[in-house]
Structures are given as C-alpha cells and as structure tokens.
C-alpha cells in the first residue's frame, strides 16, 4: 500500500479539501462513487462509478489544485488534468 506523507501544517487543509474533492468529482461524473461493486450493487444504483485508482488520482490532483500554493495557471492546469482523467467514466445523458 501506498501512503501520501503531508507537512503537518497541510494536514487540516487537505482533510478539509477532501470532501471538496470529491463532491467535484461527482458532480463532473454525473454518479455517486463507491468503494467497491459489491456498495455499488448493494445500493441498486444504476447510474453509481466504482472508484478507481484512476479516480482517486484524479482526486488527489483535485485536492492538490485547492491546496497547494499554486498559480492560476497551475490550478487551472491541474484541474484540467483531474477532469480529463475522469472523463472516460463519465455518465452521459442520451
């Protein structure tokens, strides 16, 4: 297992930066994620995207572009970067 080390004085930053994160994340997905197929299937919904460690990457750069001391054009970037690398589990609407 991989962990991500982080200066303490990041650590309330980024934990406050998660929920962030991933209400973005859904909200471009267009579907709630979920851990594991098994939560999936066992909240019956149709339009739910297991998470993938695609995902949480795209997670990570979400939080990164929120809390690091970045430039405009940096957070841009990464932001940019995070929904194209969401973008192949995209719901979309007919």
Known sequence: MRRLRL??????DVEA???QALAEAE???DGKLYATAQ???DAQDLRGIVCTPDIIAAQLLLVDALVADNGEDAVETKRTRAFNMLRRHRNMGA
């Open 39 to 41: 939560a999936k299937a």
């Open 27 to 29: 909200v471009f997905l």
């Open 7 to 12: 200066d303490d004085d990041l650590a309330e």
């Open 17 to 19: 930066a998660i929920p």
